[in-house]
């Protein structure tokens, strides 16, 4: 039985955990996190199960590592490098793989080659795996487009797509994108960190690149608020009109001075939900998600369904690519 760790009860850290304890039959050994809603609670009560687990959440995290001893630490707790190297570090020097759901971490070469050098020396030394998992980064904006080029004898263009209807996304989510904000706040919180919109853009066509084998030269992003026209009153939401509904970025990679990989996300009240990977070459494919990709629960299907692959890989910082395949063990015909 796989023994886990949780580093991090956020929205998606307690998600991953209650999936882990309920559908994949993991052993949880412990919970970090420092929010005092939940330090100090048992984890059954925060994740919001059937019955109390005996553990308690707790806020030193050498303490609980050192006693728990666990196979993969689950890490959900920031989206930069920089900023959760040390709880990252930290369970590696406990012998533990670590999963995490830092969108910087999915290909880190790119802003943080020295941490990036460290962070590898230092899992190779305690003989762990350390990967940054999700599903953007980690597969709908990377993973997939570079598979579908597969049945390609020449590739030209990749164009990604991922459009979201913000009004049906978690609070937390909605408050990343700044909902609600003036045109003039938005960019001032942008620009502090205040908010972060989608993190990950660069390190998407990096890895895309990477895995596909291509040297790409420069690579550019950017993001910018969609106003509203007029006042917006859906799901609990009161938007005045001028006021931020949401948020259209992209980033580009490029190849001989042209584009060549492009992703847009436009995450807004309203907004169409779907999925969409264009391939131009030979020859030219389109792959549609009509109903788009639940963000949360497939990024923890992501971190879950590669837990025995992270296990069996050699020591190291990984991409997701030396990982593959990653397939969802769980198969019923009920739903």
Known sequence: MVSFVSYGLGSIGSLIASVAVTRYGYEMLGAIDV?????????GEVLGLSKLMGIKVESDAEKVLKHAKPD????????????VYDQISLSVTHGADVISTCETLAYPYYRYPGLTAKLDEEAKRYGVSVVG????????????????????????????????????????FQKKIGLGLSQEEFERRLLSGDITCHVGFSESILLMASIMGIKLQDVTEMTEPLLAKEDVHVGGLQ?????????????????????FIKLKLIAAVGEEDYD???????????????????????????VLNSVRRVMEAR??????????PITCPNVSMKL
């Open 276 to 302: 969409e990977v264009k391939v131009y070459g030979e020859p030219n494919l389109t792959w549609r998600c009509t109903t788009g990709t639940p963000g949360d629960i497939a990024t923890v299907a992501m």
């Open 239 to 259: 938007i005045k009109g001028s006021q931020v509904r949401g948020i259209v970025g992209q980033g580009i990679g490029y190849l001989d001075g042209m584009e």
């Open 133 to 172: 998992l999700g599903i953007n980064p980690g597969f709908l904006m990377d993973l997939l487009p570079s598979l579908l080029t597969a049945p390609c004898i020449n590739v030209r263009k990749i164009e990604v797509t991922r459009s979201l209807d913000a009004s049906k996304r978690r609070k937390s």
């Open 35 to 43: 929010s005092s809603d939940v330090v100090g609670k048992d984890v």
């Open 72 to 83: 993969v630490v689950f890490h959900a707790t920031g989206s930069y490098l920089d900023k």
């Open 315 to 324: 020591p190291g910082l990984l991409t997701v690519k030396d990982i593959l």
